[in-house]
């Protein structure tokens, strides 16, 4: 009888797939169904969005960031325009600072729909990716209403925002965020999140430690899926978030070990609820009268010098570190995204783990192409 | 040293004691500066520079770290022993730069792909004609 020969086989996950979240490429090196390593391979959606900085006025890279991260684009748009007006030294309305609230958060749980349903997809739970993408169309029709656009929304400026609030909004969205918090999430929960092949499949997969998560330079709902209790809204607030009471949802361990798979997801699914806190609060409490912007001149320029601002975006903390000199467009802008640093910790999460497995790590990481790229 | 506003207290130290100040800054007792928030390089010019942004959860503060090489030769001492996180940084740094980082484990283009030439966030960069024998401009279909 002829002798099976097993050796390693190497396989490419290509950049065209299903299950990775955008253009991201793994080459994996397995002896059957479990492998020795996947390798990332990344860069298939590079636009030297860096680069195009240098050549271009500071208003004019607005839309640039939209779509460093396109599923929440007015966080980016945001934290570009903090670290602006951080160097410049322009002061921003009370007014657009609510509405930057009121937006970012509304763009944080849409863009944590479509990661936890992009997670349940990949796992081959088809039915509450649908559930969780109806209620992000609420949010595509608010978000409409404010400023335009469903996806890319270019609404923050440096110096404010580009619209106030029509008729009708603010009705609309207490109404969306109360449906969220007191009925839907209970719901989503008993269909997806206590399901038992869910717990089964996210369970003690792709532990990460609290040191390794840190070392990596791991941020947001990855971090303290870890148990790392550190969000940048309440540690190191910026515009308004102190004036919000809200609670941060911490890993635990709940069906499994601390950090495991299972625990990025539900802190994601807990971020929804708080959020919806957030938007409430800010709602009621918003100013009628007030400037949305402050106007800056055409030919705006920043002085001389550097800075580093990072806000709380949905994947991750985003900070741009700009460096001036005195001109009217950027000598160097680094943009740091969360989903880059989880990209570098999948090579070694994936040692001697499934390629089914493999697939719930990245999607619990919520690892966006865009990002990783720029 | 200077603190310019989000980076903490920023020194400027030869490169040949990158890591020696960043082991210190991270093992230190009572400095603990554990995340490295990001690594990137700066074209000063006639000179390349890096900045490794550090923050210690424990004091709640921020330093950075900079260091300059000269642009016709430019090695700095990798920090991917010290911090993980700096491997992926430091391999975008170089494909970016052109600045090497020696001792790196696996020092290659991450972004680019492995056979585009030249350094594109250099200010001398020169945007090529075209990749792969296809030029950018096409008169041909397109005048």
């Given at each position: 009888m002829a002798e099976f020969r097993t050796e390693e086989m190497v396989l490419n996950m290509g950049p065209h797939h299903p299950s990775t979240h955008g253009v991201l490429r793994f080459i994996l090196i397995s002896d059957g169904e479990v492998m020795r390593k996947a390798m990332p391979d990344i860069g298939f959606l590079h636009r030297g969005l860096e680069k195009i900085a240098e050549l271009i006025p500071y208003q004019s890279f607005m839309p640039y960031t939209d779509r460093i991260d396109y599923l929440a684009s007015v966080n980016s748009n945001w934290a570009y325009a903090a670290t602006v007006e951080k160097l410049a030294g322009v002061e921003v309305p009370e007014k657009a600072e609510y509405l930057r609230v009121i937006s970012g958060e509304l763009t944080r749980i849409a863009s944590h729909f479509i990661g936890v349903g992009a997670l349940l997809l990949d796992l081959g739970a088809v039915t509450p990716f649908v559930h969780a993408l109806r209620e992000r169309e609420t949010y595509n029709d608010l978000i409409e209403m404010l400023c335009g656009a469903r996806l890319t929304h270019n609404y923050v400026r440096i110096g404010g925002v580009s619209h106030g609030l029509p008729d009708g909004f603010k009705e609309k969205a207490l109404k969306f965020v109360d449906h969220l918090e007191y009925e839907f999430l209970d719901e989503f929960n008993e269909l997806a999140s206590f399901n038992s092949i869910l717990i089964n499949r996210l369970r003690n997969v792709g532990i990460i430690t609290p040191e390794t998560a840190i070392d990596y330079s791991l941020t947001g709902p990855n971090l303290r899926?870890?148990?790392?209790?550190?969000?940048?809204?309440?540690?190191?607030?910026?515009?308004?978030?102190?004036?919000?009471?809200?609670?941060?949802?911490?890993?635990?361990?709940?069906?499994?070990?601390?950090?495991?798979?299972?625990?990025?997801?539900?802190?994601?699914?807990?971020?929804?609820?708080?959020?919806?806190?957030?938007?409430?609060?800010?709602?009621?409490?918003?100013?009628?009268?007030?400037?949305?912007?402050?106007?800056?001149?055409?030919?705006?320029?920043?002085?001389?010098?550097?800075?580093?601002?990072?806000?709380?975006?949905?994947?991750?903390?985003?900070?741009?570190?700009?460096?001036?000199?005195?001109?009217?467009?950027?000598?160097?802008?680094?943009?740091?995204?969360?989903?880059?640093?989880?990209?570098?910790?999948?090579?070694?999460?994936?040692?001697?783990?499934?390629?089914?497995?493999?697939?719930?790590?990245?999607?619990?990481?919520?690892?966006?192409a865009p990002e990783v790229d720029r | 040293m200077t603190e310019p506003p989000g980076l903490g207290l920023t020194v400027e130290v030869g490169p040949e004691s990158l890591p020696d100040a960043l082991a210190i800054l991270k093992e230190t007792e009572g400095l603990k500066f554990v995340q490295l928030m990001f690594q990137t390089g700066l074209d000063l010019g006639d000179r390349l520079g890096v900045v490794y942004s550090l923050y210690s959860f424990e004091i709640n503060s921020k330093v950075s770290v900079k260091a300059s090489v000269p642009k016709e030769d430019p090695v700095v001492p990798s920090a991917c022993m010290i911090y993980k996180a700096a491997d992926w940084f430091e391999r975008e740094t170089y494909d970016m730069f052109g600045i090497r980082f020696a001792g790196h484990r696996d020092l290659r283009r991450i972004l680019l792909p492995d056979d585009w030439e030249g350094f594109p966030l250099r200010k001398d960069y020169v945007f090529p004609e075209g990749y792969g024998g296809i030029k950018h401009e096409r008169e041909d279909i397109c005048p």
């Open positions: 899926g870890s148990g790392v209790k550190f969000d940048l809204r309440k540690d190191e607030p910026y515009s308004i978030y102190e004036r919000f009471a809200f609670d941060i949802p911490v890993g635990n361990g709940m069906f499994g070990t601390v950090g495991d798979s299972y625990d990025r997801y539900f802190v994601r699914m807990e971020e929804i609820r708080q959020s919806c806190r957030i938007v409430r609060q800010a709602l009621n409490r918003m100013p009628d009268e007030g400037d949305i912007r402050t106007r800056i001149p055409k030919a705006f320029k920043v002085p001389e010098g550097e800075a580093y601002v990072r806000t709380e975006c949905p994947r991750g903390e985003m900070g741009f570190y700009l460096v001036s000199s005195g001109d009217r467009k950027p000598s160097r802008l680094k943009i740091r995204t969360g989903s880059f640093s989880a990209m570098s910790i999948i090579e070694e999460l994936s040692r001697g783990v499934m390629v089914a497995d493999l697939v719930a790590i990245i999607g619990s990481l919520d690892v966006v | -």
